[in-house]
């Protein structure tokens, strides 16, 4: 059996009527995926992958449409209908594997030579591949599909270490930004991140908060003393401190030497804030042993709150009234704390600024 | 010099001399702790100074630690992926030996910026091929000949293989086939990655 039919011997040159003869092994070789049909649309003759593809070479006079679904063009019902799409992209699959699109052309023969459908695998050619276990013998040289797959798996591989790079340069950029934002000493934040979150609250008009600035008393006589590694363990002792007080949404930072600044978010009351004050300033009283010295610190806190002001203070404004405050507590003595007192209704200060409390 | 083709260097120093090694050899060559990026382009003479400061550190030969590169390259299970790609040059060893002609638009087809070596494959007769190498840095021939050998033996082919010369430009090798289906050879299905 040859398909097709020689022409009469013609110089070369452009010749419609010119045909070539091929036999079966040519066209299996040519094109693995081929389906050589007979005038009424059935199966004469498949290629080896697509027979492979079919799960063996389907029997001979099967009908075409029994075996292959036509999806697109849409409503192709028989053979007719099929071959009027002659030369047209077909969608197509395998009625045996029908989630694997394929894509097919089709070609009239001439005389009573039939129809060739040709077949190709579709976008789905890396499942395809794996699920009719197609290997490299079962394509011609000449079909690009080998090269496809060695692409997807290329990129495949490279997609990946594309992103093992970007998770690392992402984890490198957050350790960074925490560096930027952290009292290294304490584990505290430092001063920028307290500078942002003070802005940010206050930006925040339903925000309400108390703002207490700490500062230490006799944290110089411990670095003299017992020296700087001694100075930099009751530190970090005030760290713990600061930080077992903390609730969500509260922040406390390490902003000098021996100063700190802590927002404790919706607590305003006079006396929840003598309470914070005086469990922070015990807790700080409580002697650190270093080395086995004993090493005795106090502190002194002055505190504003939001519900001190008519409008919304800036975070100048709040910082200005918590260091009087401070600096009021300090002239008290040590271990006092001071809380800003609200201007009056006309705006005016009333005979003092803040009310000084003793932590004891 | 591509970031793929030090940190294949990095890989194989760690994998078979371990990290205190690696640590060793890249202090020596003034490498950054992280070591080298896949992603990243990375000049020449570092990757020179890399493989320098290896040769020192395992007291090797250089051919002989070139050589250990390219069987790394195939047979380290880490790997794999690159064992796969290579192994779509052809279905046989003689498919995968011509093909080497294709392997720089091969590596430029997944990579374009990857410079990979420029190959020859001549046939002096039926069992003989003499393969012709340029590359940017020294010492590809050794790196193939590694390579190349495990892949004999990946497709269960038998065969020799040699270095055929090396000057500067060009180095060779030559490869003899004594027997293509000598042994079983590893698998090599081609939906083996699943979708």
């Known amino acids: 059996m040859t398909l097709g039919f ?19 092994q040519v066209l299996d ?68 594997a029908s989630h694997l699109p394929l894509r097919g052309v089709v070609s009239s023969l001439p005389g009573q030579g039939g129809a060739l459908l040709d077949i190709s695998l579709g976008l789905s050619f890396v499942r395809a591949v794996a699920e009719f276990d197609l290997n490299q013998g079962d394509f011609s040289p000449c079909d690009q599909t080998l090269e496809l797959l060695y692409l997807y798996e290329a990129n495949t591989s490279i997609a990946h270490l594309s992103r093992h790079l970007t998770e690392r340069l992402r984890a490198a950029r957050l350790a960074a930004e925490a ?82 600044l802590i927002i404790l978010r919706n607590c305003l009351s006079e006396d929840g804030l003598r309470e914070v004050a005086k469990r922070l300033i015990a807790g700080i009283e409580a002697p650190v042993s270093f080395e086995g010295k004993l090493c005795k610190l106090s502190a002194s806190i002055g505190i504003s709150t939001t519900a001190g002001y008519g409008t919304r203070p800036t975070p100048d404004e709040m910082l200005a009234d918590t260091d009087m405050a401070l600096y009021r507590a300090k002239n008290a003595g040590r271990g006092r704390f001071a809380i800003h007192l609200p201007k009056r209704g006309d705006g005016t200060l009333g005979a003092r600024d803040a009310e000084v409390y003793n932590a004891r | 010099m591509h970031g793929m083709i030090n940190r294949a260097l990095q890989g194989f120093l760690v994998a078979h001399y371990g990290e205190r090694s690696w640590d060793e050899i890249r202090s020596i060559a003034g490498i950054p702790p992280e070591g080298f ?23 090797k030969h250089p051919n002989a630690l070139l050589e ?101 430009g060009e180095e060779c090798l030559h490869v003899q086939l004594l027997d293509m289906t000598f042994a079983e050879g590893r698998q090599f299905v081609l939906g083996g990655v699943g979708a």
């Open chain 1, 29 to 96: 070789r040519l094109m693995p995926m081929h389906l050589w049909l007979d005038p009424q649309g059935r199966v004469m003759q498949a290629g080896p992958t697509i027979a492979k593809m079919m799960g063996g070479a389907p029997a001979l006079g099967t009908r075409l449409l029994d075996l292959v679904e036509i999806r697109s063009p849409a409503n192709i019902a028989d053979f007719t209908a099929l071959i009027a799409q002659e030369g047209r992209r077909l969608s197509l699959a395998l009625r045996s």
């Open chain 1, 179 to 260: 560096q930027a934002l952290t009292d290294e000493l304490t584990g505290l934040a430092n001063r920028r991140a307290m500078d942002l979150e003070l802005a940010r609250v206050l930006a925040d008009e339903t925000a309400h908060f108390a703002l207490l600035h700490l500062d230490l008393d006799y944290f110089k006589q411990v670095n003299d003393t017992h020296g700087h590694a001694a100075g930099d363990h009751v530190l970090q002792q005030v760290g713990h401190i600061l930080r077992a007080d903390l609730r969500r949404g509260d922040l406390a930072a390490r902003v000098g030497g021996d100063e700190f």
């Open chain 2, 68 to 168: 250990d590169i390219g069987t790394y390259l195939v047979t380290n299970p880490a790997l794999e992926p690159l064992r796969r790609l290579l192994r779509f040059g052809g279905p046989t060893f003689l498919d995968f030996l011509l093909s080497l002609e294709d392997l720089r638009d091969r590596g430029r087809l997944a990579i374009p910026d990857l410079d990979l070596p420029r190959i020859r494959v001549e046939e002096l007769d039926p069992s003989s091929y003499r393969i012709r190498a340029q590359w940017s840095l020294p010492g590809i021939a050794p790196i193939l000949l590694g390579g190349l050998r495990a892949m004999a033996d990946d497709y269960g082919a038998l065969a020799l293989l040699r270095l055929d010369g090396m000057q500067p």
């Open chain 1, 6 to 24: 020689a022409a009469t011997p013609s110089p070369l040159g452009p010749d419609t009527k010119r045909v070539v003869g091929l036999s079966p």
């Open chain 2, 37 to 59: 990026e896949a992603m990243l382009q990375y000049d020449e003479a570092q990757t020179l100074a890399c493989f320098e400061a290896a040769v020192t550190v395992l007291h």
